[in-house]
């Protein structure tokens, strides 16, 4: 009887147009809020399974409408007369649902993976262990789903399981110790240290076969799913309790901070000797993290417009692109000329940020402003007025349109903002500059001069070919 019943039910699940339909908005909207990303499979599992919380949330209010169907509009009285009794038809909906629930969250999480891997190199290291958890996620949706519909019949309480849920897992964006023993944990970034996802999985496992056995106890009490029900809880927590035991990314108070503060689990990983991948590439030496060298081409396709717009000598002393953990920036040596790519890929302001680097060392703006925090911490200075910032908003405009400073996003909800500032006449000067045919020509011609910080804009206009449009005062604190 449960066989036939078990069938039935799968049959229908598997047509179900919710669990098929939050399948499908999962996939699209994860594919679509990460479509101008890089592929990072440090993140990119993360992501999805995060997101599946959704499908998992129709999962548990489907099963546990399904589980409390034979108590509504007086079915008990038409099914009395059938042979099948309803821990009967509790087994085949706690055997269906799973099984619909791990294949529709596979479909969601492959099909992303599938699509990411697709769209451009990846970079990060694949965590085996974060695809499953969408699944087992899924899979603990679906047995808690039939446990609440054979416990409380009533209609909203599967609505008020998931808004419950759904409430906590979306609100432990801290990543806090005590959010692994929630079924998702879905904040990550690939400079935290590593999760305890395996434990975290199996947790997920346990808490799904405590919900089944749960579910079949309604009805009477039996050996089997009473020994299964207790084995798991014994199995839960214990690995709950060890998944909650690891301290999360230990992210210091504001203040003065150095590589002291820095979280010890990362410092090997992207502060020890063996942290970079180094290779050299048109007289450049690209230092990427292991498992993000793919990303180097990408980079250079940014930088190298920028460095073949300076002189020939610069050119030969380009500087180092070593890639940077910015959760941990105040470990490194931000004073060192370096270009420096974030852990992530692909907004526009991470291609003007590497544009800025170089922009920004070539005219010596990076030493000043360097000096100036140093003299006045916290504080930066003005470059308005000054012929080099023209030029460097100039070298800056070979990858991104010249603007005006602004917080620069990194990655995550990290954001960089220059040391020095400028304005509206410094942008509109070299837009003209971009404008003008031969401005390279002329730049290298006159690069000496224009370097120097008392060369003023309207000094160096005859030098670039360029007409007096704009006011460019000098800015009150200078960059020397």
Not at 64 to 86: Q, Y
Not at 102 to 119: D, E, F, N, Q, T
Not at 247 to 258: D, Q, T
Request: aromatic share 8%; with cysteine; proline share 8%.
């Amino acid at each position: 009887m449960t066989r036939q019943l078990f069938l039935v039910e799968t049959r229908r699940l598997l047509r179900h147009p919710l669990v098929w339909g939050a399948t499908v908005l999962v996939l699209a909207l994860q594919t679509f809020l990460s479509w101008d990303q890089q592929p990072d499979l440090s993140i990119d599992p993360v992501n999805a399974t995060g997101l599946s919380t959704c499908l998992a949330a129709v999962v548990l209010v489907v099963a546990s409408l399904a589980a409390s169907r034979d108590g509504r509009h007086e079915m008990p009285e038409s099914l009395a007369g059938l042979p099948g009794r309803a821990e009967h038809r509790t087994s085949a909906i706690l055997l269906a649902t799973p099984l619909a629930a791990g294949l529709a969250a596979a479909v969601a999480v492959g099909g992303y993976l599938v699509i990411r891997l697709l769209s451009g190199p990846a970079g990060g290291r694949l965590d085996g262990w974060e695809p499953l958890t969408g699944m087992a996620a899924a899979v603990f949706a679906a047995t808690l789903g039939v446990a609440v519909g054979r416990w409380a019949r009533w209609l909203i309480a599967g609505p008020l399981v998931v808004a419950v849920l759904g409430y906590l897992i979306f609100q432990n964006h801290q990543n806090g110790a005590a959010g692994w023993l929630l079924p998702v944990m879905q904040v990550h970034r690939p400079d935290w240290p590593d999760r305890p996802s395996a434990i975290h999985l199996l947790y997920v496992l346990a808490l799904a076969v405590v919900f089944g056995g749960l579910a079949l106890l309604k009805h009477r009490v039996r050996l089997a799913p009473a020994v299964a029900m207790v084995a798991a809880l014994a199995g839960a927590v214990p690995l709950g309790a060890i998944a909650a035991a690891k301290p999360p990314a230990v992210l210091p108070s504001l203040g003065e901070l150095s590589m002291n503060d820095v979280d010890q689990r990362v410092r090997e990983r992207y502060f020890g000797p063996d942290a970079h991948r180094c290779s050299g590439r048109q007289g450049i030496t690209y230092c990427a993290y292991a498992g993000y060298e793919p990303w180097i081409p990408l980079w250079e396709k940014t930088i190298r417009p920028v460095v073949d717009a300076l002189p020939a000598a610069l050119r030969a002393r380009a500087p180092r692109v070593e890639q940077t953990a910015w959760t941990w920036f105040f470990g490194h040596n931000l004073g060192t000329p370096l270009v420096r790519p974030p852990m992530a890929w692909g907004h526009p302001d991470q291609r003007t940020m590497l544009a800025q680097d170089v922009a920004f060392w070539a005219t010596g703006l990076n030493d000043s402003a360097t000096r100036a925090y140093k003299a006045h911490p916290g504080k930066g200075c003005d470059v308005r007025g000054q012929a080099r910032t023209v030029v460097a908003l100039w070298l800056i405009g070979q990858v991104s349109p010249p603007e005006q400073p602004r917080v620069l996003h990194v990655d995550g909800d990290q954001g960089r903002i220059p040391g020095t500032y400028w304005g509206a006449a410094e942008v509109g000067y070299a837009e003209l500059l971009l404008a003008s045919p031969d401005a390279g020509e002329k730049v290298q011609a006159n690069w000496n001069t224009l370097m120097k910080p008392a060369t003023t804009i309207d000094q160096a206009l005859p030098l670039l070919g360029l007409d007096r449009k704009l006011d460019s005062p000098t800015g009150a604190t200078p960059c020397l």
